[in-house]
């Protein structure tokens, strides 16, 4: 379980200046469950680049860092370790490959039901035991014929179909797009959480557009349905929603 929050910015914006006075309710997940590793991704011109900790995001000067880094598309990513996963470098998301990082806020378990959807050159470069990274090996895998959005649109499909899961949110950051999925059964949101706890939303401007999980004092943003697929242009900044190729689950 995590919070995701992911941005694209037509000039180089710091993550604390785009949230301005919301930035503390934001790195406050990072107090609570939420502290078991931060993570960011962003592009340095044509490469990209991750930097991530297996502790509290508010206790590392790194991190704080780069919340006053500029850039012009990012990914931020704080870890709930659950299903026992350890809390280790390699467990910590964001995960990258070749120029696409990927952030998950859910569960897919066992994390080994998914080796089915692995191709063994994507299955031998694990770098933990997560099912968050096999689920972005099985994208990756998927996407072997087709674009990496309809390799993520497959995935979704096959694993609402056959597997056990309770949220299938996710950002990836390619050099094209940041894409956000919203895709969860409100059926196995557990009671301790709240009823909101897997709901997206994102704001749109002319400056920037920035999605993010629920349950933080972001303001009126718009909600990002259950079963739909966000896409910001990194080259325009415009926003497309569209549904995601599989029924929504019911409550």
């Known amino acids: 379980m995590c919070r995701l929050l992911g941005f694209v910015a037509q000039s180089p914006r710091s993550l604390r200046e ?47 860092s780069l919340s006053d880094e500029p850039f012009d598309a990012a990914l ?6 659950t299903q026992s996963l350890e809390v280790e470098l390699g467990n910590t998301h964001p995960f990258k490959a070749e120029t696409v990082a990927f952030a998950h806020n859910g569960s897919v ?11 063994a ?34 995935t979704i499909a096959k694993i609402s179909e056959s597997l056990n899961y309770s949220s299938l949110n996710a950002l ?3 050099p094209d797009a940041l894409y956000a999925a919203c895709f969860f059964s409100p059926a196995s949101l557990s009671e301790d959480l709240p009823a909101d706890y897997y709901d997206m ?12 999980s629920s349950g933080w004092d972001h303001g009126d943003w718009t909600p990002l349905a259950n079963g739909s697929l966000l896409r910001i242009s990194r080259a325009t900044g415009e926003v497309h929603v569209t549904p995601l190729t599989t029924s929504v689950p019911s409550a």
């Open 18 to 64: 785009l949230l301005g006075e919301s930035y503390d309710s934001f790195e406050q997940f990072s107090r609570e469950l939420h502290d078991d590793g931060w993570g960011v991704a962003w592009f340095d011109g044509s490469e990209i680049r991750v930097q991530k900790e297996p502790v509290p995001a508010h206790t590392s000067e790194r991190y704080r």
């Open 76 to 81: 931020i990513h704080y870890r709930w370790a």
């Open 172 to 174: 990836m950051l390619t």
């Open 201 to 212: 939303y994102y704001l749109a401007s002319e400056e920037s557009v920035v999605v993010a």
């Open 121 to 154: 050159s994507f299955g031998e470069e694990l770098e933990g035991t997560t099912d968050s990274e096999r689920y972005f090996r099985a994208v990756l895998s998927a996407s072997h014929d087709t674009s990496l959005e309809e390799g993520l649109r497959r």
């Open 109 to 119: 378990s066992p994390p080994r039901s998914l080796d089915g959807l692995i191709s």
